[in-house]
Every structure is written in structure tokens, then in C-alpha cells.
């Protein structure tokens, strides 16, 4: 079995009386693609938030690598952990070069005119991008580009919350694809937190069911179709196996 | 509209003036707004805090802000110690910059507020820390919103500045009051014009560096910034290139035509005797005592009863050579001050009422209108019905009007002529009480204490031996007659004269 990345030893957070998280207690192996998946409110986000201390656990501890994050300098951290989010949260007054280079330029690091070529190949951008600003373009341009500024300084960890939600169907399916590739060619372990079952199954290689802060359902895609996980899990998955059906039924 | 021409380009020294004191005031308002700023988008607290404080000072009239400064610099005199100025440049730039607060905190506050949360994410995800994120997000996102404060601010505060006059601080507001003084509508027009003028060039220039900011265009805010910056050096030059005047003496005057002559009179003096002179114009009453107890000036004109009611808060009313002899010990002992000597004639207070009103009403003294008072509107000065002295004859005569109104002096006559008010509070030495044909009601009970015109020298002018003789001749050289043509010389409606040359024929009627 190979070591794990990232361990979470009875990991709470608190908001007041609610308990976002659990005594929550994970371990993720090195190259695995995780996807976190849960109704809103589950706890799934504030989860992946601990790894890169946007979100302090109330109790517990969570290790990267062999080290407690709490006892990392944050921006160290943060710099060796790719972060992609819903809301992309393009710097609107740099270009998509700048954008990309942030990572490597707040560490004092000139990032190369070919390696952001590259990232932007990456991502199946035109190279031409680089000096473009972001209001010129579309979302899932966008959100292209804020894959390649999460890759820019070469993290080993990718943590992604619900990074294609806000993008339309085929832009969505073409990009999952597209990291999911990423993930493979460059030997990274990626955490993704999304609402979308289908989703879940179709890219990761774990997946972790999450209600009330804690894990109920930790499977294979493979196990969940076929029955696994219990209550909650086969709930959700229900819903893409429905679709599904009645896709099957209206080409017959 | 030659006359408008001269009046305008003989602004220069005020508007560099101007210039400096808004731009400081400016400055320092944003070097103040923007930490408070940062430090508010840090803590929900002191935003709430600060913004409330800034609105506050905003609902304080910029005069009354502007005059608040006074005591409360003096009062900080027991800290800094006796050097610290409490009129002219510093209370001005405090007031001023008190004023610029508000629009640079509140559109600094709001940039800060409104800023994406994405942005802000993604800032911290890819690991800024306090610093970055403030440089390279929240400051340039928030730059063109906090330029449209500044810009607010810089209108506002060009336009206050022009009350900086009142404290001592030369602006454009100079030619406004003493134009407003005198009726002279081309001095308070170019001044305006200055002053508005000034307002839009920076208020596009201003507009220029926010729309670089906006759209990101580097020429533009720093083309914008560079002309800003070399109107202010310009300014600085022009008023500080001509040499230090640390070695100047400062006249100071009331904000009444007299006042103005007799300031020009001792400045052109002093000018033939070799000193630079400048003036500090318009000042209170009270303002105009401490400062030159204080020694921020240091020569003007006062009047006995003014300084044995005001200042000596003393009711009684002894005869006249007795009453210039206490106030001499009493400003020797109390202020260090030195009353160099009477100017020859009185400006008393008076109650003035068209002779027509006299006749009609068979008004000969005080005694007959306190009869009548109740008919009447009674018209003063904005000081006369705060002072002690309409208090004591008020309560003497037992005056009760049924209206009392206040004006400018100027205004004063205008409003008895047209009937506004039906007697004023005059001056006795004012030219138009003889070219408006007004008469001046007898005081039988000595109400009113005498107003000898008198020379005041502060502390420090008084040992100054030089200033002191070539002050000397003056003394006992003005009788009432000369003063009161050389006031309505520029008091009246045509062929007005300028202070400076009024003076001139003062001092020469005056054998100067």
C-alpha cells in the first residue's frame, strides 16, 4: 500500500453549535484522484479547505506530506498546493500570463515565457492567450486558465471545490477529461469536491460520500454502481443511473 | 472687464497659496484614509468607527471647523510648547484635511467592501500574504474607486479652503472677504473664478489619473499624476522661491474696511522703513487679540472698549484716559502685549438710524428708542449681539426689538436704507453714516464704553526697537474726519479705492 499524502486525524470544525466536520479521520494515498461528494451542507468544502488552511480545523489535525499544515508557513503551503474553485477568481487586472505566474512570482521565481505556453497547451488554450485579460474571456476559458495558474508551481497536490459548477455541460465534460489526463501525465493527487454523482464516478478513482461532517460511503466507482456505499451514496447515485435509463429507453 | 483682468492676475501669490494649502490638506487626508482604511476592511469595528467619526466632522460647518482649530491648538500649546501656530497654514491644513476624510475613506471602505470574494479566494489559495494581497490585489482593484474620493475631496476641499481667510491663512478666499467687505463684486467674482477655476483643472486632472486607473492605462495616471505634481511644485516655488520670511512682520486686521486701510497703512510704514511685511486678514475680534498675545501676529489695531469688555471682561465704564491706562498695565501684566498708543480717533459703537426714522419717531437718544423698540428690527454685525458691551446697553436702556438680525457690516448700511432693519449697530468712524445722512442716537447713561483706536504690539514686536520706531509716528496722526473719508472711500458704490491706495491717502492726509 503507498504512503499517504494527506491524513486527517479526527478532524472537527465548529461554526457555533453546528459541526461543519465530525471528528473526521482520512487517509489519501499518494496519485489518487478522491472526489468528495455530499449534499450542500455537507461538510464537504469546509473539508477540503483544511488542507490549505483557508479553513482552520477547530480539533485535529491534518497532515500534507508528512507534516501537520498548522505548523507550515501558510504561504509555503499554499504555493505547493494547486487550488481551483467554483468561482475561478481570475485576478481581473492581470493578464492570463500574469495570472498564471502568480504562484512562482509571490516566491520571487520568474515563470518562463515557454513553460506558461506549456500550461496553456495543458489546458488546450491557444498560446496567443497569454497577453489577454480576463474579461475578454469566456467562462470555461476562464476556468482553463485558472487550471493552469493552479499548476504553475508544480504542486503535487491538486485540491479542486466543485471546479466546473458554474460551466455549461460540454465545456465541463471536456475539461474533467482534460485534469483528469493532467493528473495522470504529471503524477499528481487530487482532491475534488462536487455535488454531481456522475461526475464523481466518471473521474475519480475513490469516492467519499459525505453527510452531517462525516463519511458515510468511502468506495470504487466501480463498487458504487454496483450496489455499494449504502443508504446516502445510492441515493445520489441514483440520480445519473435514472437518467441514464431513461436516456437508453429513448434511443430504443 | 479690464478691471477683472488686473484683479485676476494679481491672484498669483494667493492661488499658490491656495494651491499648496488644498494639496497638502489633500495629502494629508489620503495619507490618513487609506491606513484607516485598510485597517477597516481588517475589522468591522473601526469601519463602523471611523466612517461615523468622518461623517460627524462633515456635518460641522467647514467655517466652524476651520475656527474650532484656534482653541484647540492653543490648548495643545502646553504640550508642543509656545511655538506651535495656531492660525494660519496648520489649523487650516488640519480643518481642511479633516474635510478630505470622509469621500476617501468612505469610496476606499466601499472598494475594500465590494471587492470580489472570488478575487480575494483565489488570493489567498495561491498563497499571498497581508502584503501581496494588499499590493497586488486589494490596491489596484480598489485605486480607481478611492481616486473618485480623492477627486470629491479635492472639489470640496479647493472650494473650503477659500474660508481659510478667516483664520489668518492667505487663499483665494482673500480677494472674497475683503471684496465682500467693500461691495467690490469684480474682487469677490475673480476670486471665485480663481477658485472654481483651480477646482475643475483638478478635478480633470484628478478624473484623468482615475480613468488610467480604471482602464489600466499606465500613460494616462502616470501622465495625470506628473502634472499634478508639477502644479504643486510650481506653487511651492512661487510661493517659497523668493527668499525665507521668517523676518516679516505680520500685520493683522479685523474683517472690516478700517481694519484693512489702517493694516496697509502700517504695512506701507513699515515698507518705507525697509521690512518685508504680509498680512493676515479678516480675523475675529477675539481671534485677532490671542493671536497677537500669541504672537502669531504681530501688529494691529484694537479698540479700548473691545478690550475692557471682551477681553477684560470688565463692566463698568470709567472715563476714557483712565480706561486706556488700565487696558496699558492690564495687556503689559496679562498678555506681555504692548499698546504702543491711541491713533488719534474713536470707533465707537453707536445705534444709527436714518434721519427720517429720527424725525418721524422723534428719536433724539437711547432713552427714546428703548419707547419704540418694540416696533423695530434691530440690525448688528455677526459679532454685535455676542458682545458684552450690546448686553450692558441692552440691559441698561432695557431694549427689547422685535426682531434682531445679524449682517455682514458692509450689508449693514444697505439693509437700514432698505428698510430691513429699522436701527443698527454702527461704527462711528464709518463714512456712511455722514454720506447715507444717518443719525447716531445720544447714550446719556454711558453705556457704551469709549473705542479709542489703539496700536498693539505682541510680546515680541514690543522689544524689536527698529519695528517700534518706525510704528511710532502713526500714534495720535489719524482724527475721525480722515478716517471716515478714507473708510468710505472704499466703502462707497463708484470710484472705489483700493485698500493699499486708501491708505496711501490716509497716511498722507495723516501727514505720514
Given amino acids: 500500500m503507498p504512503e499517504p499524502v494527506l491524513t486527517f486525524s479526527g478532524v472537527s470544525k465548529a461554526y457555533g453549535p453546528t459541526r461543519a466536520i465530525d471528528a473526521l479521520d482520512l487517509a489519501i494515498e499518494a496519485g489518487s484522484f478522491v472526489a468528495l461528494v455530499g449534499a450542500s451542507g455537507s461538510g464537504k468544502s469546509t473539508l477540503l479547505k483544511t488542507v490549505n488552511r483557508l479553513v482552520e480545523p477547530t480539533t485535529g489535525s491534518v497532515t500534507f506530506d508528512g507534516d501537520d499544515v498548522a505548523g507550515l508557513p501558510l504561504a509555503g503551503l499554499r504555493r505547493r498546493i494547486g487550488y481551483v474553485f467554483q468561482s475561478i477568481g481570475l485576478f481581473p487586472h492581470m493578464s492570463v500570463a500574469e495570472n498564471i505566474a502568480i504562484g512562482p512570482r509571490l516566491a520571487g521565481e520568474r515563470l518562463p515565457e515557454d513553460r506558461i505556453g506549456k500550461l496553456l497547451e495543458w489546458v488546450e488554450l491557444d498560446r496567443e492567450m497569454v497577453d489577454r485579460m480576463p474579461d475578454e474571456l469566456s467562462g470555461g476559458q476562464r476556468q482553463r486558465v485558472g487550471v493552469a495558474r493552479a499548476l504553475a508551481a508544480e504542486p503535487q497536490l491538486l485540491l479542486m471545490d466543485e471546479p466546473f459548477g458554474a460551466l455549461d455541460p460540454v465545456t465541463r465534460d471536456a475539461l474533467g477529461e482534460r485534469v483528469r489526463k493532467l493528473h495522470e501525465e504529471l503524477g499528481l493527487t487530487t482532491v475534488m469536491v462536487t455535488h454531481d454523482m456522475a461526475e464523481a464516478l466518471l473521474l475519480a478513482d475513490r469516492v467519499l460520500v459525505m453527510d452531517a461532517g462525516r463519511i458515510v460511503a468511502d468506495e470504487t466507482p466501480q463498487s458504487l454502481v454496483a450496489g455499494a456505499g449504502g443508504e446516502i451514496a445510492q441515493a445520489l447515485v441514483a440520480v445519473p443511473r435514472h437518467q441514464a435509463e431513461r436516456l437508453a429507453e429513448l434511443s430504443a | 472687464m479690464n478691471g477683472m483682468w488686473d484683479a485676476l492676475t494679481g491672484l498669483g501669490d494667493q492661488l499658490s497659496a491656495h494651491v499648496i494649502l488644498s494639496a497638502a490638506a489633500i495629502a494629508l487626508g489620503i495619507a490618513v484614509a487609506l491606513p484607516l482604511a485598510v485597517w477597516a476592511s481588517r475589522s468591522e469595528k473601526v469601519a463602523r468607527a471611523s466612517l461615523a467619526f468622518a461623517s460627524l466632522v462633515q456635518t460641522i460647518p467647514a467655517l466652524a471647523l476651520l475656527a474650532l482649530f484656534f482653541p484647540i491648538l492653543l490648548s495643545l500649546r502646553a504640550v508642543f510648547g509656545e511655538g506651535l501656530p495656531t492660525l494660519g497654514f496648520l489649523p487650516a491644513l488640519l480643518a481642511l484635511a479633516l474635510y478630505a476624510l470622509l469621500p476617501i475613506l468612505r469610496n476606499a471602505v466601499t472598494a475594500q467592501a465590494n471587492l470580489d470574494p472570488g478575487v480575494m479566494e483565489a488570493a489567498a489559495g495561491v498563497g499571498m500574504n497581508f502584503r ?112 525665507d520670511d521668517e523676518d516679516r512682520v505680520v500685520i493683522g486686521a479685523k474683517g472690516f474696511s478700517e481694519q484693512y486701510i489702517l493694516a496697509r497703512l502700517i504695512g506701507q510704514q513699515l515698507e518705507a522703513e525697509g521690512f518685508a511685511v504680509e498680512y493676515r486678514d479678516g480675523l475675529g475680534s477675539a481671534v485677532a487679540h490671542s493671536a497677537a498675545a500669541s504672537g502669531d501676529i504681530d501688529v494691529y489695531v484694537d479698540y479700548t472698549g473691545t478690550i475692557w469688555t471682551n477681553q477684560m471682561k470688565r463692566e463698568d465704564n470709567p472715563p476714557r484716559d483712565e480706561m486706556y491706562a488700565q487696558i496699558v498695565e492690564w495687556e503689559t501684566e496679562k498678555t506681555g502685549m504692548q499698546v504702543l498708543g491711541r491713533l488719534g480717533f474713536e470707533n465707537a459703537y453707536g445705534f444709527a438710524v436714518r434721519t427720517e426714522t429720527m424725525q418721524m419717531r422723534g428719536l433724539e437718544s437711547i432713552e427714546d428708542l428703548a419707547n419704540v423698540a418694540r416696533e423695530m428690527t434691530v440690525g448688528g454685525d455677526p459679532e454685535f449681539f455676542e458682545r458684552p458691551e450690546w448686553i450692558a446697553v441692552r440691559d441698561a436702556y432695557g431694549l427689547r426689538f422685535a426682531e434682531q438680525r445679524n449682517f455682514s457690516p458692509t450689508f449693514m448700511y444697505n439693509a437700514l436704507q432698505s428698510g430691513e432693519a429699522d436701527v443698527i449697530g454702527a461704527y462711528t468712524s464709518d463714512g456712511r453714516i455722514e454720506a447715507d445722512d444717518l443719525f447716531i442716537l445720544d447714550d446719556p447713561r454711558d453705556a457704551f464704553p469709549n473705542y479709542d483706536a489703539v496700536l498693539l504690539l505682541s510680546p515680541e514686536a514690543s522689544r524689536d526697537e527698529a519695528l517700534v520706531g518706525a510704528l511710532r509716528p502713526i500714534i495720535d496722526s489719524i482724527d475721525v474726519a480722515a478716517m471716515r473719508e478714507a473708510n468710505y472711500s472704499v466703502d462707497r458704490e463708484e470710484d472705489k479705492l483700493s485698500f493699499d491706495e486708501a491708505a496711501r491717502r490716509l497716511a498722507e492726509r495723516a501727514g505720514l
Fill in chain 2, 132 to 243: 501581496q494581497r494588499l499590493l497586488l490585489v486589494e490596491a489596484p482593484l480598489a485605486a480607481p474607486y478611492i481616486m473618485a474620493g480623492i477627486r470629491t475631496a479635492a472639489v470640496w476641499t479647493i472650494g473650503a479652503a477659500t474660508l481659510a481667510t478667516t483664520i489668518g491663512q492667505k487663499s483665494l478666499g482673500d480677494p472674497i472677504f475683503a471684496g465682500l467687505q467693500t461691495q467690490n463684486w469684480v474682487l469677490v467674482l475673480a476670486g471665485c473664478i480663481a477658485s472654481a477655476g483651480l477646482a475643475l483643472v483638478a478635478d480633470t486632472l484628478l478624473g484623468l489619473i482615475e480613468r488610467g486607473f480604471r482602464e489600466r492605462r499606465r500613460g494616462l495616471w502616470l501622465g495625470g499624476l506628473l502634472v499634478v505634481a508639477l502644479g504643486v511644485i510650481a506653487a511651492l516655488f512661487a510661493q517659497f522661491g523668493g527668499g
